[in-house]
């Protein structure tokens, strides 16, 4: 599934198959080419100091396979924490680090600074207003640089559930439908406590709410179909040429 319980939100249902290990998947394809950033932002990094940094607020090291090529020809130069508070797997462990930990909480890595921060597709799961300002801080805090992303509320297609609309319905709806339904990430739900808090740790941004928690990043969007799917907030990129 996505990373919907990686920054202290709730575990969840038992996910279907995940999309984001096949690299032939829409899903994988739309990450790859959100890379890109993420990428220009390391070369910067590379550029001024040699090595990168770097920590993944949410991270899970299958989540890197989108940019390997790059990774594996810089994989010297880089070190990458991932930060979550379920454990995760760390098979290359030259590369990567495993903090067990949410990203909202304000302790996080107190006195301690990195290169970048990224998070993709993380702070809508978090659950509530303050733990979504608490993540946004850390991001702000920890390094210089930072990528956020995370789906745009006003894309039509709600991408956790794959149901067109779907965080437009009453919340109430929302978790009823997930307790009869098998939809998107989730198989059916047979606790309706359990479903009301799964609802309660997806819920999207707009550019608006975005803007307001990261007001020193640039925010701008993913494009699909002409529309905006995502919403990202990137600090510390290069100046453009021109």
Known sequence: MTNASIAGAAPGAPAKADPYTNSQSIEFRFRARRFAHVQRLIEAILAERGRADIVDLGGTETYWRIGADFIRANRHRLSITMV??????VEDRDLFTFHAGSAADRALFA????????????IEHVGS???????????????????VQTPNYWFPYEPHFRFPGFQYLPAALRARLIMRFSLGFFRRIGDAAEARDIIRHHHLLSTREMSGLFPDARVFHEKAFGLNKSVIAMRGEAPRAG
């Open 84 to 89: 979550n508070p379920e454990p995760q797997p």
């Open 111 to 122: 006195g301690r600074r990195f290169d970048l921060v990224h998070s993709n597709s993380v």
């Open 129 to 147: 207003r303050q733990a979504m300002q608490d993540f946004a801080a850390n991001a702000r805090r920890l390094a210089p640089r930072y990528y």
